[in-house]
């Protein structure tokens, strides 16, 4: 999730009492793999986007299991590289 300021190690701060919707970056799980990703709805489509260029987006297909766990609202990022 670079492109959206989130990067590894960083700390993500989720909303779980938001309903995702369309542009949302959310915490989920596609078929039991945890993923932070951007939520697109394109009519009945649904396509988790990565803000990173080397991950292709996630479509999801019939037969699918996606549990959204909430809305990332923030983050934080460690300076200290002992943290």
């Given amino acids: 999730m670079e492109g959206a300021g989130i990067f590894d190690g960083d700390m ?3 909303d779980r009492s938001i309903t995702a919707e369309h542009g949302h970056i959310v915490i989920a799980a596609v ?3 945890p993923v ?3 939520l697109c709805k394109r009519g009945p489509n649904i396509i ?3 803000e990173n260029v080397g991950y292709p987006p996630r479509y999801i297909l019939e037969g699918d299991e996606l549990i959204i766990w909430g809305v990332v ?3 934080v990022r460690a300076h200290d590289p002992k943290a």
């Fill in 31 to 33: 078929n039991c793999e």
């Fill in 48 to 50: 988790l986007m990565s």
């Fill in 12 to 14: 993500a701060v989720v």
């Fill in 36 to 38: 932070c990703k951007r």
């Fill in 73 to 75: 609202t923030f983050s």
